[in-house]
Structure formats: C-alpha cells, structure tokens
C-alpha cells in the first residue's frame, strides 16, 4: 500500500521535475532545492520581521493600529516587508510539505535516514505554531478567527482549569500580559525551529541550506513582485462582540481550523494524532533492507581521507592509525550511518581493477559487493556483449538503466565505479564504449553520488580518470527509473557515435609518455592493449 | 533559447507559483456559520460545593495517621458535577452534567458550546443546579433576544454573584 503510494508520488514529481530540469537545468531545478529553499524562505521572514517589530506594538490596544500604520503608510517598505514576512512564511509551508513528500516518493526515509525523517516531524508544529502566532499578533478579524478556534482546540484537551477560549468571546477580558505572551512566543518558537533545522541536517554530509545563487536572487525578486501585486493586508479590527464568522483563511497554515466546524475538535486532535503517528512510524513500515557496511582495510588504508570526504552521510571518520603502517590516519565506518552506497568504493585510491593482487583487495569495501565482484561482473558482461559495437553500461541501481536486461552492471550508486574501472574497460578492450547511467541528474538517490561521478570524470575530483581515457568513448547519461525510453534515445544516440569511432585501437589513449603507473598495477597502457 | 529569455522565463515560472501561493493565503473566504445566523455560546466555569462535607476524625483515626500527617477533619475534595440545560424558544437544545475538572475532581466544572442559531426573536430559558437537590434548579435566567447576523451572544454565570449573566 504505501509503495504504491509512492510510486504515484514519485510518478507525479517525474512529471513536475523533468520539465523543471530542462527549463532552469539540473541545477537551479527549484524542485531539487526545496530544503535549501525552505531555509532561504526563513532566513527572508526571520529578516522582515526584526524589521516589523520596529514599528510593532506590542499592547493589544495598539497592535492593530501599528500593523496598520505599516501597511497603510508606510507600504513601500514595511509594508512590503509585512508581505515579504507572509508570504515567505506561507512558501516555507509549501517547501515543507512538496520536500516531505517528495522524500517520501524517491524513498529518502527509510534505513538511516529515518533520522532527518523524525527531526522533520517537529518542525511541522514548530512552522504551525510561528505562523499561527503570528496571525494573532495583527489582531484583526482573522486574529480573533485564529484565537477562538486555536484556544477552542487547546481547551479540548483536559490541561487547563478555566477555557482560554473565554477570554476571546467578550471585551475586556484579554489584557496586554497575555497579548505580550503571543509575542514571546512568535519570537521564541522560530528560534526552536531554527534549531531543529539544524538537528534536521546534522547527519547528512553537505546539506544544501542555500539554494544557488540565481536561484535565491530570483526567488527574492520574484517575492517582491508578489509582495507589490497583492500586498498583504488585515481583515478589520478585532470585535469580540460579533463571531469572526467571514475570514480570509490562510490556507496553508489553517487548513485544519474549518474543520473544527465539521468534524469537531476530537477529531481534529485524531486525525494529526493519526497522522503523525503514522509518518513516524513510516521509517520501520516496512525497515529498509540494506546490505551490510562498508569495512575498511588497513593494510590497503593509507588515511587519505577521500572516502570520508565523499560519504554523502557522515558514516566515516578518520581517527587515529591502530596498525604500525606509518600513516597518522585511517578510516572508520559508522555502521549505523553507513547506507552500502559504495560511493567510499570509488573514492578509494586503492580501488584499481588494475591491481594483479591475488585477490583483488582495497582500502574500503562492500563486504556483500566487493571491488573484486565488480571486476568479474564487468568482464563476465562484457564477455556477453554480442552487438557491435560493443558498449558496456554501468548503471545505478536506482536510474533508468536499472531494468535493462544484457550489457549492464548494476551499482548501488554510479559514484561506487572508481574511475579506473572505466579505463580497465577501455583499455582492456573489454568494451568500445562505456556508458555510466544515473539517476535524474537533480534527484539522485545518494545525494552526492552523480556531483562525484562527474568531477571525477572531469578531473575535479580524486581520484581522476586519467588523461588517457578517450573521453570520447564514455556517455553519461542521467535518467530516473521512469525515463527509460529517453535513456534509450541516449543510448542509441551514444552507440552511433561508438560505431563512427571503429573498435579501440591500440594506440588510441596511449599518449607518448604515458607512463606506467605501479602504484595501481596498471604497467603501461600500450602494454596492457598490445598484449 | 537565449539565455537572457531562458532566465526571464525562469523569473516569470516563479513569480506564477509564488502568486499562486499568495493567491491562498487569504482566498477562498471561509465562512463558519450561514447567512443570517448568529451564534448564542453558553460558557462559564463555576465550582459546585464538596461532594460530601467535613468530617471529625475520631482519635482512633487520627492515632492511625502517620505522626506527620495527622489532621483533625477529613474533608473530600471531590465536588458534585453540575445540571444545566439551555432552552431556546421553548425547546431544550442543550442539557448536560458537567464533571468537575482536575484529576481530584477538586477543580470548577466548565462549559463551553457555541449554538448557531438564525438571527431574530429568540425565548432563551437557562437552568443550572449546583447543590445535591434532586429536582428543579437553583439559578435559572430567561430573556427574550434579538439576534443580530453574525453576532456573537454570550451566557455566562458569574459565581460571586451567583447569577447568570447574558451580553
């Protein structure tokens, strides 16, 4: 039930994300930016409103008369600060909502993410609760809507003695103290959520909390527009004689009020008790199945710190040499972290399918899916090409090359290939091209893996692919698991351009001076193609 | 596409969802109770006497309390639940016993119910028993009210002065 759940999500977002990808490019996909776009949208209200409190007043008597004084007079800046401070706040319930469930859909909540999952779950009620406070603080008709109907759903809880709704329904019983309570709490709770935030990333190695530039700069001009387009504005001045019974509803913050009229406020309490029950529970229904962590081997660990540089979850650090090899460092895997990616795989210097080792060895490994295993897949594949030409496929287990049937290597990420392994196919002639198959370029399941994948290729990142790979002989091609006809648009596209290179000669990627390298066993190019 | 186009559709991309967002955070109007209506919302929070009055420990009783915790009256906290009922134009639209609060049953009972009704003429008629009687009431108020549309009319029942209040 909930995997067809999420197969209809993620077959939604395939449809909003790939027109996204091709209108601003992979990377200022707003679409693949939501967490660091929802943090962009807090720091824009966290701003404006230092702003606005300047001309707030904080007593109930005066509070409307200065949010009016900001809006009515002073609106080309305060009042375009007031907007700026709603409608970022309604876009970070937005970023909220479309970043949870599109987790949910490309399955980023399971295993040893259930973490960032859970951390997530406060800060709905944090988000709800700023907001909410902040719609009282105006105190308009709306304000008097929100503190009814709030105070109405908190009295329906046996917590307090006397109902705090009863200070809403007559005139004279709310005094500034309790007004001023409101502010507190609108300047308190944000600072929680801001810390949750944090605890919200802690485990994930390079968290995005800026969007791009260009995406930021749109996104604010584009808030701004808005903001002189339909100014935010107060619905009349509190009247506690009159029931608020006509308001502007916040849709996004107050979806669940109207319902109180409906339902009841029982049932209202069930349903978010139901539902965040639900969503926590979500991790474990059912528990990620995952192969086993990473290991580390000393004897091939020089300590070079890549692979805990590359880990896109925090799962290795580098911690004081316990063997007598003269290295200051070495790795360690976080087994509870440790997700069996691979990614820590391609980043080893040791990861060379060169190497004549008796066994094939390397620092860091896939105790269920060795280098060595990778290796044999490899050859026993493209020992099994037939057509010509020949192109072997390196695919991601969770891209659009996953469910081809010959020719293909399957990975747990494309960024656990270390770069080497194409120039062994290369050179080997074990194939005439290669293609590394992804997924969607702004969604990839391990979050870093493609980033890495492709400053390796480019020489950005170590390990490099040498100089020597004929660049023209390797595609990647970046597709999500529903965009397999488009991956075999690119694949036959990639085979053309193969067939017009002929077979891989001997001299092809055998530069003079391509010296031999020892260190990975690789000998000399011409060498290993001659013989 | 040009680049200065490219990014000018981008802009344009998301100032339509940003509007769009703006656009719901105060559209559609949500009305809570009909056209020409009103709401009458009876509510207070008042305490019944104790269910049971104080009580002299005999010296046996008090001999077996803990030397530190010897009193010599023993007075349940527990309160009586209070009766009230609501009449409007000559029927009864609410009647309930309102349990004492607080996990003792020390605390006030409380009452908090709002009643849509259509603006106009209206026989309002409130009845509460607070004392273990077991028939009739002891504080009763009616009136006759003219609803206004959209407005807000509270019963309420000020216990010092042990009279029920309607504003």
Not at chain 1, 69 to 86: E, F, N, Q
Not at chain 1, 113 to 118: H, M, P, V
């Amino acid at each position: 039930m909930i995997g067809a759940i999420r197969i209809l999500l993620r077959h939604g977002f395939e449809l909003i994300e790939r027109p996204f990808d091709r209108l601003f490019g992979p990377a200022l996909n707003p679409v693949a930016q939501l967490g660091a776009l929802g943090f962009f949208f807090f720091w824009i209200v966290a701003v404006s409103g230092i702003y606005l409190f300047i001309f707030f007043d904080t007593g109930i008597e005066r509070a409307y008369e200065s949010v009016e004084y900001i809006t009515k007079d002073h609106w080309y800046h305060a009042g375009v600060m007031r907007s700026l401070h709603r409608y970022a706040s309604d876009l970070m319930v937005v970023m909220l909502v479309v970043h949870m469930l599109r987790e949910f859909s490309y399955d980023h909540y399971r295993g040893v993410r259930w973490f960032s999952w859970l951390t997530g779950l406060p800060i709905i009620w944090l988000l709800y609760t700023s907001g909410i406070t902040g719609y009282w603080l105006v105190w308009d008709r709306l304000a008097q809507y929100v503190a009814l109907v709030t105070s109405e759903l908190l009295d329906w809880l046996p917590i307090f003695g006397e109902p705090i709704a009863r200070n809403f329904i007559a005139t004279g019983t709310l005094t500034s103290r309790f007004f001023t309570l409101m502010v507190f709490m609108h300047v308190a709770v944000p600072l929680f959520l801001l810390f949750i935030m944090w605890v919200h990333i802690l485990r994930i190695s390079r968290p995005k909390v800026n969007p791009p530039r260009a995406l930021a700069l749109m996104s604010l001009m584009a808030l701004i527009a808005v903001s002189f387009w339909k100014p935010a504005v107060s619905q009349g001045h509190v009247d506690l004689a009159r029931a608020p019974v006509e308001v502007g509803l916040d849709w996004f913050y107050l979806p669940l009020y109207p319902l109180t009229d409906f339902w009841g406020r029982g049932a209202v309490w069930a349903l978010l008790a139901a539902f965040f029950l639900m969503v926590g529970l979500m991790p474990w229904l059912p528990p990620l199945r995952r192969a086993r962590p990473a290991e580390v081997d000393l004897v091939h660990c020089n300590g070079c710190t890549r692979c805990a540089e590359d880990c896109p979850y925090e799962a290795i650090r580098m911690v004081r040499r316990t063997d007598t090899l003269p290295f200051p460092t070495q790795a360690q895997v976080n087994p509870a972290l440790c997700v069996s990616c691979g990614i820590c795989v391609g980043s080893c210097p040791s990861s060379s399918p060169f190497r004549r080792t008796e066994e094939l060895r390397t620092g860091i490994d896939l105790p269920d899916y060795p280098l060595r295993e990778l290796r044999e897949r490899v050859v026993a594949a493209a020992e099994a090409l037939q057509d010509s030409p020949r192109i072997l496929v390196l695919a991601c287990e969770h891209g659009g090359a996953a469910g081809r049937l010959s020719g293909v290597v399957r990975l747990p990420c494309v960024a656990m290939a270390p770069p080497s392994l194409i120039d062994f196919i290369i050179s080997r002639r074990h194939a005439e091209g290669v293609v590394v198959a992804g997924c969607a370029e702004s969604a990839c399941y391990h979050r870093l893996g493609i980033n890495w994948a492709k400053q390796r290729f480019a020489g950005q990142r170590d390990p490099y692919l040498r100089a020597r790979v004929p660049r023209g002989r390797l595609a990647t091609i970046w597709t999500s698991a529903l965009e397999s006809r488009r991956f075999d648009q690119e694949f036959a596209a990639f085979r053309s351009r193969i067939a017009a290179l002929g077979p891989v000669k001997r001299d092809t990627h055998a530069p003079a001076g391509a010296a031999a390298n020892p260190a990975d066993g690789s000998a000399s190019i011409k060498e290993e193609i001659g013989s | 596409m040009s680049s200065i186009l490219r990014i000018g559709v981008q802009f344009l991309v998301i100032v339509a969802l940003f509007a769009a967002v703006a656009a719901f955070s105060d559209h559609p109007i949500y009305r809570q109770i009909p056209q020409g209506s009103g709401i009458v919302m009876l509510t207070f929070v008042h305490g019944s006497d104790r269910r049971a009055e104080c009580r002299r420990l005999t010296p046996e009783e008090i001999a077996k309390l803990p030397p530190n915790m010897r009193k010599v009256e023993d007075c349940p906290r527990r309160r009586r639940p209070i009766d009230v009922e609501l009449d409007v134009d000559g029927r009864t639209i609410f009647r309930a016993s309102l349990s004492p609060t607080g996990i003792a049953g020390d605390g006030p009972s409380r009452v908090y119910e709002r009643f849509v009704l259509p603006s106009g003429r209206h026989d309002l008629a409130v009845r509460m028993r607070d004392t273990p009687r077991a028939e009739g009431f002891d504080h009763e108020r009616s009136g006759v009210l003219e609803l206004a549309p959209d407005q807000l009319f509270v019963i309420d029942y000020r216990s010092a002065n042990g009279e029920f209040v309607f504003r």
